[in-house]
């Protein structure tokens, strides 16, 4: 069975923190997709990366993903309070294309 | 709007009932996919349709069924419902079915009293 473990679950930091989310697994996954979700709402795709070592911004969020493809980094520079939710990743499996979902990390941040 | 339309919203139901929550895809995609989340919980994969024929089945129970029409919504029944089976239950679509990013819609909260 293919996991995709997430850490931390939870996360409480001030305003203007820095922070990192990781993903990891023993299993190669072909791409691996980030979302965020905010309380009452699906979650939202926010990038796929697709080669091993692949580096991706978007605005202060940057995502990594692993040289072997078996893990992936979420990292927040200067967080802000819109930058809470439920940061979900997922790892596309094997011939069959399924998602493989990490349990997710919940973030706060606080003003 | 994600383009993703899931119907009701809401629905509160007795223990024993069977209900039907409705999803119709972002325009252009085949693939259709149906999530339960429980609170605080990461996503459970139910099951994915892609034009109208079955795809992939995860954790779904016996009691559950799903289908995809010729116009390409699905629906999603529950029957026998138990207090566990509250959660959020989310539709998702894509274009195939290779593992492109999927668009999520804005689900439907399921309480079950």
């Known amino acids: 069975t293919q996991l995709l473990e997430q850490s931390p679950q939870f996360l409480s930091i001030q305003e203007g923190e820095n922070l990192t989310v990781y993903c990891n697994s023993s299993?190669?996954?072909?791409?691996l997709q980030w979302y965020r979700q905010e309380p009452g709402e699906g979650p939202v795709l926010l990038v796929t990366v697709v080669t091993g070592g692949e580096v991706k911004k978007l605005k202060r969020l940057t995502f990594q993903f692993g040289d072997a493809r078996k893990d992936s980094s979420l990292h927040i520079t200067a967080a802000q309070p819109g930058d809470t939710g439920l940061y979900l990743c997922a790892g596309v499996s094997g011939s069959n294309y399924q998602l493989i979902w990490g349990a997710g990390t919940k973030l706060i941040i606080k003003p | 709007d994600s383009g993703v339309t899931q119907t009701p919203k809401h629905l509160i139901t007795a223990t024993g009932q069977r209900v039907t929550l409705r999803c119709s895809p972002r325009?252009?995609?085949?693939?259709v996919y149906w999530y339960q989340q429980s609170l605080d919980q990461g996503l459970q994969f139910l099951i994915q349709?892609?034009?109208?024929?079955?795809?992939a089945k995860g954790n779904i129970l016996e009691r559950f069924s799903a289908q995809q029409f010729p116009d390409l919504h699905s629906e999603l029944n529950l029957s026998s419902l138990e207090l566990g089976d509250s959660a959020l239950y989310f539709c998702a679509s894509s274009v195939g079915v290779k593992g492109d990013g999927y668009t999520f819609g804005s689900g439907t909260r399921l309480t079950v009293v």
């Open positions: 299993s190669v996954f072909s791409s």
């Open positions: 349709y892609y034009n109208g024929e079955e795809r």
């Open positions: 325009s252009g995609d085949l693939s």
